[in-house]
């Protein structure tokens, strides 16, 4: 599968049922009636690398690749159909020969190419056992009914990377042992539904990419046992609620960048102990940092490099993965995603100064907050910071000397600076001598990588060499560099999201 859609944990759903592909009970074949139902679905699909040549007509149903069957009764109860990287996908139409499949509880038909294929009404309510249901990265299209009066035992819903459009339904009571919703990429409308606040058991949520507008609903402050809730790529609005850092205390993963929210950042969010990804940015957001950052601790240490965030179940257990942008780049994370930490308030309208509290975040490898108002000098400690890789501070009415600290921070491989009052000598430190020059675009700063004399950093020539302010007339070449270096990666963002929804595969 591909790496946006969630890894399930196939060895702990086989356990689960006592079932293992390598010591089933041999004296178990399938039932023929559900052979005859799988070779007529089978005969509705374009399998152009005849990845399905084991399904034949006097075969056994329990041996043909991608079936799983009971090794108790021989009846067919998970379709694991999703493409992995390298083989070709499965396309065509869906047959309802999939509604003979009465005791089916797992069907993944993940990153396949059912082109502009209409989910047909009775796929929705093929079966009242499905606990896993994913049908992620395939364009498929229409409006999810009010649908989800199948599938209650379900804990796993996969629709992302489609073309579903309308609202996201009002039936989530239904759904009481659901723990992952993903529904990103794709182009649902309307509110967030207030009926999710009914999902006690939900772990994450994911709807981003789509174009939902409103405020984030309180009923969601009943939803305790979240640990990533990604509503990037929205259009909403209001305030960003203070209750989600007293109601949600187990969150790692909080992503709303991208969206209209206004106000303040609530305060209440410093009493995230677990949160290790922060994404804010490309808001409305109008306040000061709180001086309690430091009171987020997940980002003070790193982690094992065996820790994992995954989510387990009664029926097994399945991977989390989201976006990240890093460096400039939008990555995928899965598996390595515990390891991840950052945080980002860039391009809101936040003021006053960098609290020096942000220094004891010591396990956070990407720091940015670029395009604010932000005021006043990097903090002293800033060399606390072991861990970061990137920092970014560029655009904002930041001032005085770099602290002679930031040459402590031997990870550093993505600095920007630019477009703020920072005045003296760029502290001496290999890996500071080896950025670009770009970095330093816009301030009074001086030294390796720039010239040795203090002037005022605007210009280049084919030579690297930056020329006075008195040339603040001609074309600043640099400064549009540094832009639109800036949107390229705001908008490669975008255009990486929509190749979801062009059918395309991401791989990154």
């Excluded at 509705?44 to 329990?62: A, E, F, M, V, Y």
């Excluded at 020096?356 to 720091?367: F, H, I, K, M, P």
Aim: net charge neutral.
């Amino acid at each position: 599968m591909s790496p946006v859609t969630v890894t399930f944990l196939m060895l702990v759903f086989l356990e689960s049922f006592k079932l293992s592909f390598c010591a089933r009970n041999h004296n178990v074949a399938c039932i023929h009636s559900e052979r005859r139902a799988l070779l007529r679905f089978k005969q509705h699909l374009k399998d152009p690398s005849n990845r399905l040549s084991s399904w034949t007509k006097n075969g056994d149903c329990c041996r043909w690749d991608g079936i799983i069957c009971s090794n108790v009764s021989g009846l067919v109860i998970g379709l694991h159909l999703g493409s992995s990287r390298g083989t070709r996908k499965l396309g065509g139409k869906l047959n309802p020969a999939l509604l003979d499949l009465k005791h089916l509880t797992y069907l993944d038909l993940s990153d396949n190419d059912f082109r502009q294929t209409q989910i047909p009404t009775w796929f929705w309510n093929m079966s009242s056992n499905l606990y896993y249901f994913n049908i992620s990265r395939n364009q498929f299209q229409g409006n999810i009914p009010d649908l989800l009066t199948m599938t209650q035992p379900s804990v796993l819903i996969d629709l992302s990377c489609n073309n579903f459009t309308g609202e996201i339904p009002e039936c989530w009571k239904k759904w009481s042992r659901l723990v992952g919703i993903k529904l990103c990429d794709n182009n649902f409308s309307g509110k967030i539904p207030g009926s999710m606040g009914a999902l006690t058991l939900l772990q994450s949520l994911h709807v981003r990419n789509n174009f939902v507008v409103g405020e984030i609903p309180s009923s969601l402050r009943h939803c305790s046992e979240l640990v990533t809730v990604d509503f990037g790529s929205n259009q909403l609005s209001g305030d960003i609620p203070g209750w989600m850092g007293e109601r949600l205390p187990k969150l790692i993963i909080l992503s709303f960048h991208s969206n209209k929210f206004t106000g303040t950042l609530p305060e209440e969010l410093c009493a995230l102990s677990y949160l290790q990804i922060l994404d804010l940015s490309h808001n409305n957001l109008v306040s000061e940092i709180p001086s309690c950052i430091n009171n987020l601790s997940a980002m003070n240490s790193g982690n094992k490099s065996d820790d994992k965030i995954f989510y387990r179940t009664s029926k097994g257990s399945f991977f989390e993965d989201i976006l990240v942008v890093m460096k400039g780049r939008v990555v995928n994370y899965d598996t390595t995603l515990k390891l991840v930490k950052t945080m980002d308030l860039s391009d809101n309208n936040l003021s006053g100064e960098i609290p020096e509290e942000v220094t004891s975040l010591a396990g956070l490898q990407s720091l940015n907050f670029s395009h604010n108002h932000l005021v006043g000098r990097i903090p002293y400690n800033i060399g606390a910071m072991t861990s970061l890789e990137c920092f970014d501070l560029s655009t904002n009415n930041l001032s005085g000397e770099i602290p002679l600290t930031i040459s402590d921070l031997s990870f550093l491989s993505h600095l920007n600076l630019s477009y703020n009052k920072f005045t003296g000598k760029i502290p001496s430190g290999t890996q500071l001598q080896s950025l670009n020059a770009y970095s330093f675009l816009g301030t009074k700063l001086f030294g390796p990588p720039l010239s040795e004399s203090s002037t005022d950093v605007r210009f280049g020539t084919g030579s690297g060499v930056l020329k006075n302010r008195e040339d603040q007339d001609k074309v600043d070449w640099f400064f549009l560099t540094v832009e639109l270096g800036f949107l390229s990666g705001f908008f490669g963002a975008v255009f990486l999201l929509m190749l979801c929804k062009s059918g395309r595969s991401l791989h990154l």
